[in-house]
C-alpha cells in the first residue's frame, strides 16, 4: 500500500534562518507530488507541484522553493525564512500519469517563524 | 468572487442529525473534491467526482454538472465527524485544484 511520510511534525524557526521539510512516498512509482500552505484561518494555496525528478513548477512567487531529487522524494526549502512563512504545511501525492485521482496528504508541518 | 465558494462556513449541529454542506464553483471542471481536514490538520480525501453519486458509509457526495453544484451529505452525524470539510475542483484543462475556504462542521453530543 501506498504511504506518505512528511516532517518533522511541528518546527519553531527564527526569522531569517534556513528551513528544509522534507516529503516521501512510499509503494508508488512517479507520483505527482505537491506541496501546500494554509495559513490560520484561510483555505490551501498549492506552493508546488512536481511531475517528475527535477521538474518543479511554482505557483506562488516568494522565498521558498521546491526540490525533487528522487522519484519520490520531495523537499520544501528557505534561505532565509520570513515571519509570513508561518503556517502549516502539506505534502501531497496523486498517481501520477493520469489527468484526475485522488490527493493523499501527509500530516502536515506546522511551521512558526518568531 | 472566489471560484469556489462553500456554505455554510461555520455549522453546529446534534448527534445524529442529517448534515448537508453545499459547494458551487463557476468554472466548467474535470473534477471536483471533498476532503476532510481533522482537528490536528491531517486532510484525507473522502471523495472524487465528476458526475452524479458516490456512497461511502454514511456520507454522501452529489454532483450537479450543469448547475455547477455539489453536495456532501451526512446521515445519522457523530461528534467523530467534526472536522473542516473542504470543496476543491479542477478546471478543464487545468493541472491544479481550486480549493474553497472550508466548512467547520461540529457535531455535539
Known amino acids: 500500500s501506498q504511504t506518505i511520510h512528511q516532517w518533522p511534525a511541528t518546527l519553531v524557526q527564527p526569522v531569517g534562518s534556513p528551513l528544509s521539510l522534507e516529503c516521501t512516498v512510499e509503494g508508488t512509482s512517479n507520483p505527482n507530488l505537491y506541496w501546500y500552505r494554509q495559513a490560520a484561518g484561510r483555505g490551501l494555496q498549492l506552493l508546488f507541484y512536481s511531475v517528475g525528478i527535477g521538474q518543479i513548477s511554482s505557483e506562488v512567487p516568494q522565498n521558498l522553493s521546491a526540490s525533487r531529487p528522487q522519484d519520490r522524494q520531495f523537499i520544501l526549502s528557505s534561505k532565509k525564512l520570513l515571519l509570513s512563512d508561518s503556517g502549516f504545511y502539506l505534502c501531497?501525492?496523486?498517481?501520477?500519469?493520469?489527468?484526475?485521482?485522488?490527493?493523499?496528504f501527509g500530516n502536515g508541518t506546522r511551521l512558526t517563524v518568531t | 468572487k472566489n471560484e469556489v465558494e462553500q456554505s455554510p462556513q461555520n455549522l453546529t449541529a446534534q448527534e445524529g442529525e442529517f448534515i448537508t454542506i453545499n459547494c458551487s464553483y463557476s468554472v466548467g471542471i474535470s473534477a471536483l473534491h471533498w476532503l476532510q481536514q481533522h482537528p490536528g490538520g491531517g486532510i484525507v480525501s473522502l471523495f472524487m467526482l465528476s458526475s452524479g453519486k458516490k456512497k461511502h458509509g454514511r456520507l454522501i457526495a452529489t454532483i450537479n454538472i450543469q448547475e455547477k453544484h455539489s453536495s456532501l451529505h451526512i446521515t445519522a452525524s457523530h461528534p467523530r465527524d467534526s472536522a473542516v470539510y473542504i470543496c476543491?475542483?479542477?478546471?478543464?484543462?487545468?493541472?491544479?485544484?481550486?480549493f474553497g475556504q472550508g466548512t467547520r462542521l461540529t457535531i455535539n453530543p
Open positions: 501531497a501525492w496523486s498517481t501520477g500519469g493520469y489527468y484526475n485521482s485522488p490527493l493523499h
Open positions: 476543491a475542483v479542477r478546471g478543464q484543462g487545468a493541472q491544479k485544484l481550486v
